[in-house]
């Protein structure tokens, strides 16, 4: 059963990065499409984008000028940096995995991680 | 982009039926998934290609999809099914993923 578990710190000051870890464990990360998922306070989920194992990488075009999604197979973890920030971006940052190809949802996710972003 | 629309919330007493609806243009002709969410918790994938259960997923938790409407039903409503449910598709043309902005279910 895989399952996904992220990490990094839960409070980043305006204007700098914000870099988040998931680690995968119970499957290989080898073969496998990953995405970034956010939910502002009270908001609905937000895609951020996605990378395959090959290090292949899509981005939502409202986040794509500050967004870096990468892997690490050695590791079996994919991470997130989102530069330049402010409060907007605060939210409890998800990731997941995606079904493709056989189809294109998300399951599992991980249990996901506040960031706030302080001024 | 393509914009998914959901009701706020939708309310129901325990043993009736519930219906949530996510619209989207044409969106019977995309494959439509939906997700529940307690608070607290991570989203968890009730249905997929528009009434596919996951396993473990209640029978009754079922789904349609036509024209601009997509539907989730819920069948003899519980307490524990009390959450905010929010419908995903693919957007083939970009492929980007989009979600509804959710639904607050609440059992009376």
């Known amino acids: 059963q895989v399952q996904l578990q992220e990490s990094g710190p839960g409070l980043v000051k305006s204007s700098e990065t914000l870099s988040l870890i998931c680690s995968v464990s119970?499957?290989?990360?080898?073969?496998?499409?990953w995405s970034w998922i956010r939910q502002t306070p009270g908001k609905g989920l937000e895609w951020i984008g996605y990378?395959?194992?090959?290090?292949?990488?899509i981005y939502n075009p409202s986040l794509m000028s500050r967004v870096t999604i990468s892997v690490d197979m050695a590791k079996n973890q994919f991470s997130l940096q989102l530069n330049s920030v402010s409060a907007a971006d605060t939210a409890v940052y998800y990731c997941?995995?995606?079904?493709?190809?056989?189809?294109?949802?998300?399951?599992?996710w991980g249990q996901g991680t506040l960031v706030t972003v302080s001024s | 982009s393509y914009v998914l629309t959901q009701p706020p919330s939708v309310s129901v007493a325990p043993g009736q039926t519930a219906t949530i609806t996510c619209g989207g243009n044409d969106i019977g002709r995309k494959s439509v998934h939906w997700y529940q969410q307690k608070p607290g918790q991570a989203p968890v994938l009730v249905l997929h290609d528009d009434s596919d259960r996951p396993s473990g997923i209640p029978e009754r938790f079922s789904g349609s999809n036509s024209g601009n409407t997509a539907t989730l039903t819920i069948s003899r409503v519980e307490a524990g099914d009390e959450a905010d449910y929010s419908c995903?598709?693919?957007?083939?043309?970009?492929?980007?993923?989009?979600f509804g902005p959710g639904t607050k279910f609440t059992v009376l």
């Open positions: 990378i395959y194992s090959s290090g292949n990488t």
């Open positions: 119970g499957g290989s990360i080898r073969g496998y499409y």
């Open positions: 997941a995995r995606h079904a493709r190809p056989r189809g294109f949802w998300f399951d599992p």
């Open positions: 995903q598709v693919w957007d083939s043309n970009v492929d980007h993923y989009v």
